[in-house]
Structures are given as structure tokens and as C-alpha cells.
């Protein structure tokens, strides 16, 4: 099974909302990746988890907080954002310990901030 | 830094027709290549990847071989088919890069009966 799941897949929020994105993977990889994908752009790497711990944030804005319950779960907390935050966020995962590794990714969860 | 470098689409080609998308990048060390795929409304998956030079990576009848000598990785399919609408994206991973993967712009490929 090489599936990445992502909830929801569609979230409308105000700039005054608080909300969180899920993303689960039962591959048993333990690096896990929250990715920003704006429309005709390729994917722009956030923040990187490695074991459990951040290992890269890509200077992403405090608006956006990930956290890393267990090896298995992905979150990333939404508050006070802003209309130019709309895109689609993808997470993906992979194997640690070599970066030959694929990553895999889910389907996405399309963020539009009124 | 490093990067790469893809074809500007949207490619726009008829059922059965030959397929190349180019690819070439630039890179401080000794990277993985993948082709990434990504359907309407989708995530990415992952379609080929070759790990070294003279590696050749297939998958669904798409093929992509690792150039050294020409920096490239070229996406190829002899006959495509109009499930393969979709766009592409060319991607390499550093050696010791931290799993940091460098994307291409990507490449729209319509295919028309």
C-alpha cells in the first residue's frame, strides 16, 4: 500500500478562522513533508519531518504550525491566514536515510481563504 | 544552486503520437532524478526515477534515462494515449541534500483523439 491520505479534501476559511489539515501514511516512512502548490507551479517544499522532528522549515510563515503527533499522522494548524495562503497543500512521505528515496504523496487539500 | 529545466507546454499531441518531454538540470553533486505526474484536480505520483548515471527508469510505458554527459533525463512514451493528459514534473534529489526535492516548472501534456 503506498497510499498518503489528506483531510479535507476541500477547507473554505476566513482570515479569522482557525483550522488544521490532516495527512496519515502507513507505509512505515519516517520522513513526512508538508508541501504549497499554487496553480500551473510546481510544488514549494514548507517544512520536512524526519523521525518525529522538524528538520526543515523553508522559512514558512508562523501562521502555519505542523506538527508531527506519531510516525504515522502529519498535521498543519491554520490561523489567521491570508487570501494569498488559497492553494493546495500536499503532504508527502518517504524513507529515511537515503535521498534516493521517492517521496509519495496524497491527493491534496484545496485551502481557499475568504 | 541547483535546478531544472523543462520544455514550456503545453505540449498538445494526438492519441498514438510519440512523446518526449526534455529535461536537464543543474546540480552541485550527484543526484536522484524522478518524473512526478499529476492529474486534474490530484496529488503527485510518481512515475519513474533513476538513482544513477546510465540508469534507465520505466513505468507504464514512459521511459527516462539518466544522462550525465548531457545533464538530462528526457521523458519519453512511443504511443500516448488521451489518460495520459496530465502534467509533468522533472525533479532531483541531492546526494545529502536532505530529501530536499528540486521540481521543474512542469510540462502540460494534452493529448487530443
Known amino acids: 500500500d503506498t497510499e498518503v491520505t489528506q483531510t479535507p479534501k476541500h477547507l473554505v476559511m476566513g482570515m479569522t478562522n482557525k483550522k488544521s489539515l490532516k495527512c496519515e501514511q502507513h507505509?512505515?516512512?519516517?520522513?513526512m513533508y508538508w508541501y504549497k502548490q499554487k496553480a500551473k507551479k510546481p510544488p514549494e517544499l514548507m517544512f520536512v519531518?524526519?523521525?518525529?522532528?522538524?528538520?526543515i522549515n523553508e522559512s514558512v510563515p508562523s501562521r502555519f504550525s505542523p506538527e508531527c503527533p506519531n510516525s504515522s499522522l502529519l498535521n498543519l494548524h491554520l490561523h489567521a491566514l491570508q487570501p494569498e495562503d488559497s492553494a493546495l497543500y500536499l503532504c508527502?512521505?518517504?524513507?529515511?536515510?537515503?535521498?534516493?528515496?521517492?517521496?509519495?504523496f496524497g491527493p491534496g487539500t484545496r485551502l481557499t481563504v475568504t | 544552486g541547483d535546478s531544472v529545466t523543462q520544455m514550456e507546454g503545453p505540449v498538445t499531441l494526438s492519441e498514438e503520437a510519440f512523446l518526449t518531454i526534455n529535461c536537464t538540470y543543474t546540480?552541485?553533486?550527484?543526484?536522484?532524478l524522478f518524473w512526478y505526474v499529476q492529474y486534474p484536480g490530484e496529488g503527485l505520483q510518481l512515475l519513474l526515477k533513476?538513482?544513477?548515471?546510465?540508469d534507465k527508469g520505466s513505468n507504464k510505458g514512459f521511459e527516462a534515462t539518466y544522462r550525465k554527459e548531457t545533464t538530462s533525463f528526457h521523458l519519453e512514451k512511443g504511443s500516448v494515449q488521451v489518460s495520459d493528459s496530465a502534467v509533468y514534473f522533472c525533479?532531483?534529489?541531492?546526494?545529502?541534500?536532505?530529501?530536499?526535492?528540486?521540481f521543474g516548472t512542469g510540462t502540460q501534456l494534452k493529448v487530443e483523439l
Open positions: 508527502a512521505s518517504s524513507l529515511e536515510g537515503a535521498d534516493s528515496y521517492e517521496q509519495y
Open positions: 507505509m512505515g516512512h519516517r520522513a
Open positions: 546540480a552541485t553533486g550527484y543526484p536522484s
Open positions: 533513476a538513482t544513477k548515471a546510465d
Open positions: 525533479a532531483l534529489v541531492l546526494t545529502g541534500g536532505g530529501n530536499k526535492l528540486t
Open positions: 519531518y524526519s523521525y518525529e522532528k522538524l528538520s
